[in-house]
């Protein structure tokens, strides 16, 4: 069988791998100059490491993930650094990345509510059934059963700062699959998530897919044997077509979709995000913290600051000091049209509150990435509204962060679905 697959994403790329696997042509046709997706990183010429573009790292439980890395003999690469988390307390930072540092955080006392945020995240993480949480939203939920306080303090600034407007409306397998999916000990690959896309892209060249680069595929069309896949150097048929793109981006290229499956794409709702990069002469956080959490209550301009040197060395990065400010937003918000340097204006002072000493002097370059499609919304009973991976246009699949729910999207999932789309492929070759 003749395959393309639209996207050299994770999701693409395993999903090739396994195509091949079964003895099938595959073809990648992939917009950007490189492979990798929404994980892709970028080099200063003179760094040994690429950086992600918008802050990653994988968790111990990333199975999918993890498991192909060693199916790929590439396990050697992943390395499991010890970052710390951070949370802010009366504007002092506290570490909360283990059982005990949790138990230790003042911020819910050390009674009663400590107790239920303990109780209810044990009962989250043993249960398998999470049908039953999509029927209500985080906010009924933890209010009822963590309580006011627990939730106020705990999970409601996470599900403001990543859904914004919605945070109401979302609903609490969200939640559910995020406790049960995570780990607090965070991983990465040597070299950045771009040098083992480099790799696996290679690996999958190797055994026979031919990957292009800088090839935006326009359209896609049902002829009467196979589909037709327009980029701009012509069209060419393939027996069966697998696209990873935005829900958006789907319905675009494929118009002649059927009414119902085309309003289930468009009707998906989901939050951009904008990221800001800075390399920096000096360490930011000499705590030496990783990840701070930033409630949107307390005014910082941005969700999240990650200074990835505190979770990788700096020598990596010629020295440079790696720091995140990242947002997730509505698309349309103002942050999409902001220059960089508008940008940096308004995130610089937030910097200085963790790290007084800080100056914009400190700052050597930054970098601003942005997305429309950054993280899917699900909404109560939101299974009913997954599109199914086969498209009722024969030959034709789709596989998205929008349809790994109950899970939160991740280059883990990314893996799963894009092997299960495989594995469904497969099934109706044979
Ligand atoms: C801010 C942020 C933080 C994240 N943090 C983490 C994290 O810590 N850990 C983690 O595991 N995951 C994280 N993720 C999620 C992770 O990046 C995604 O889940 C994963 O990369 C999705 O892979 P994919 O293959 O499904 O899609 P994508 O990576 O989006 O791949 C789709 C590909 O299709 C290509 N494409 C689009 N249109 C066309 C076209 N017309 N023709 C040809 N090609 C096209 C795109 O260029 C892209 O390469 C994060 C995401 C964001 C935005």
Redesign the pocket.
């Known amino acids: 069988m003749k395959i393309g697959i ?7 790329m395993a999903a090739a791998y396994d195509l091949r696997k079964a003895g099938h042509e595959v073809t990648v ?4 100059g490189f492979v ?4 892709s990183g970028f080099k200063e010429p003179y760094w040994d490491w690429s950086v992600e573009k ?5 968790f111990a439980s ?1 199975k999918h993930m993890l498991g192909l890395i060693e199916e790929l003999g590439l396990s050697d690469g992943v390395i499991f650094p010890r970052p710390y988390t951070v949370l802010l307390y009366k504007g002092k930072w506290y570490p909360f990345d283990s059982i005990l540092k949790a138990l230790l955080f003042p911020g819910l006392g050390f009674g009663l509510n400590k107790i239920r945020f303990g109780l209810v995240g044990l009962y989250l993480r043993l249960t398998n059934n999470w049908k039953p949480f999509e029927r209500v939203t985080v906010e009924e939920w933890m209010r009822k059963w963590a309580g006011k306080k627990v939730y106020e303090q705990m999970w409601q600034p996470l599900v403001i700062g990543k859904f914004g407007p919605h945070y109401k409306d979302v609903n609490m397998a969200w939640m559910w699959a995020r406790l049960k999916a995570r780990t607090t000990r965070l991983g990465t690959f040597q070299g950045g998530f771009q040098a083992f896309a480099d790799r696996f892209a290679e690996i999958l060249r190797e055994r026979g897919v031919e990957i292009r680069l800088g ?3 326009e359209s896609i069309k049902r002829k009467q044997a196979g589909l037709s896949v327009r980029s701009e150097v012509g069209a060419e048929s393939f027996d069966q077509v697998l696209v ?2 935005s829900p958006n ?1 789907m319905a675009k ?1 494929c118009p002649e979709l059927p009414e119902s499956y085309l309003k289930g794409l468009l009707e998906l709702k989901s939050m951009g ?1 904008v ?1 800001m990069v800075v390399s920096l002469k000096h360490q930011l956080s000499e705590q030496g913290y990783y990840w701070f959490s930033l409630p949107k209550g307390e005014g910082f301009p941005f969700l999240a600051l990650v200074e990835h040197t505190n979770f990788v060395s700096p020598e990596h990065f010629g020295g440079d000091h790696i720091l995140y400010a ?1 947002d997730y937003l509505v698309p349309g918000h103002e942050y999409f049209s902001l220059s960089d340097d508008e940008l940096l204006e308004r995130f610089a002072p937030a910097f200085k509150r963790i790290n007084p000493k800080f100056a914009l002097d400190w700052v050597k370059k930054v970098w601003v990435f942005k ?1 429309n499609y ?2 899917p919304v699900p909404l109560v009973n939101h299974s009913k509204n997954i599109p199914s991976i086969e498209t009722p246009v024969e030959g034709l699949y789709f596989a ?2 929008s349809q790994v729910y109950p899970w939160d ?6 893996v799963e679905i ?1 092997r299960r789309a495989a594995r469904l492929m497969i099934e109706k070759t044979v």
């Open positions: 639209i996207g050299a994403g994770f999701g693409g046709f992939e917009a950007a990798g997706g929404l994980a918008f802050y990653h790292h994988w990333d090839a935006k595929v990873t793109t981006l290229l995000a990221v990242g997305t950054a993280q998205s962060m999207r991740g280059t883990n999932f990314a894009g």
